[in-house]
């Protein structure tokens, strides 16, 4: 009984139509509100044509910029791969001429001893250093392919 004696009686239809009232109003706030942003955004300050130029200008200028530093970067990183071929490519050079030279210090001690096992020997090793020569004449090609798409990326 004291729970019930301390709530006061509510009157439901006025109370109802107390927060019928506040929502009203409530949208209608929200209606002003959004009437006064669509009212800006259409008959706001617009920038003048040549502000829009001129900034879009600015970003283009920006994205040019910064692509042509990576295209440099990359021309670099390939200017250096092609620098490392180079390096191996004569080093493998260098191991072909001293196997040919190898070869025919061999060659030569095996002709004095042993004429026939020489020539067998001599064949094998003709085409071994002709197989090489092969390689080697390859890896020229494409190096010389190589530095022409480097030239050409340099240049853009």
Avoid: C
């Amino acid at each position: 009984m004291i729970l019930a004696q301390l709530q006061p009686d509510l009157n439901w239809p006025e109370t109802l139509k107390a927060l019928v009232g506040i929502v009203g109003i409530l949208s209608i706030i929200y209606l002003v509100f959004s009437v006064a942003i669509a009212w800006k955004k259409l008959f706001g300050r617009r920038p003048p044509i040549a502000e829009e130029l001129d900034r879009l200008e600015k970003k283009l200028h920006a994205e040019i910029v910064e692509s042509h530093s990576r295209a440099y970067k990359k021309s670099e990183e390939a200017r250096s791969q092609v620098e490392d071929l180079r390096k191996h490519f004569d080093a493998v050079q260098d191991v072909i001429r001293d196997a040919a030279r190898a070869s025919d210090a061999s060659l030569r001690d095996l002709m004095d001893t042993k004429v026939g096992v020489v020539s067998l020997d001599l064949i094998h090793v003709g085409r071994q250093v002709a197989g090489l020569q092969g390689q080697t004449e390859l890896q020229n090609q494409q190096l010389a392919r190589m530095d022409s798409k480097l030239d050409r990326l340099a240049e853009k």
